[in-house]
């Protein structure tokens, strides 16, 4: 099983500030990975898949990157929208699995 | 707009059955791959099981493997979880979501999910 592990757990950030999200794959993955976004009470919502390949209807202020093993989610000019959990997510290998998530407060 | 809208939740006794339904619209599901994710209470996120668009070849995690079934109605344009032998370990929210692609991609639509409770 791919262990998909996040950090950090929490991010303290300002709005107008940059937040920078860590996934770390335990194996290659290549760039099958996707970042989520999950606000209470919701549904979680694709950002990001492929990697830096944003979703539809997805600002650009949300950026990913990486490849292999090491895979960042950037959030630049956090909005009050944007205080969520985030979860990254491997779907290069059975089983399917994400990340323990990153909790962006304010 | 393509959506999801899952039903069949409720409280269950540890070893009883649940199914579960996902109503899809504005896709065909024989065009894509479907798949449920769980999330239990305060939790991350957990994948369940899958189901390939084209072929219909299943997939499932450990830990509910040979307890739960996907299946679909092509007919219907539903999915469905079939959960048995139901534990107190699967007390979760169960969000039903459409792939990317026939058979891998990411979840690019989510349903708005169903609670699962079990517990005597």
């Known amino acids: 099983e791919v262990v998909m592990t996040q950090s950090p757990a929490t991010l303290s950030v300002s709005p107008g500030e940059r937040a920078t999200l860590s996934c770390r794959a335990s194996?290659?993955?290549?760039?099958?990975l996707a970042w989520y976004q999950q606000k209470p009470g919701q549904a979680p919502r694709l950002l990001i898949y492929?990697?830096?390949t944003r979703a539809t209807g997805i600002p650009a202020s949300f950026s990913g990157s990486g490849s292999g093993t090491e895979f960042t989610l950037t959030i630049n000019s956090l909005q009050s929208e944007d205080f969520a959990v985030y979860y990254c997510q491997q779907y290069n290998n059975w089983p399917l699995t994400f990340g323990g998530g990153t909790k962006v407060e304010i | 707009e393509e959506q999801l809208l899952e039903s069949g939740g409720g409280l269950v006794q540890p070893g009883g059955s649940l199914r579960l339904s996902c109503a899809t619209s504005a896709f065909t599901v024989t065009n894509y791959a479907m798949t449920w994710v769980r999330q239990a209470p305060g939790k991350g996120l957990q994948w369940v099981s899958a189901i390939s668009g084209g072929a219909g070849v299943t997939y499932y995690a450990d830990s509910v493997k040979g307890r739960f079934t996907i299946s679909r109605d092509i007919s219907k344009s539903t999915v469905y979880l079939q959960m048995n032998s139901l534990r107190a370990e699967d007390t979760a929210i169960y969000y039903c979501?459409?792939?990317?692609?026939?058979?891998?991609?990411?979840?690019?639509?989510w349903g708005q999910g169903t609670l699962v409770t079990i517990s005597s």
């Open positions: 492929d990697v830096s």
């Open positions: 194996q290659s993955i290549k760039r099958n």
């Open positions: 979501a459409k792939r990317y692609y026939d058979d891998g991609g990411a979840f690019d639509i």
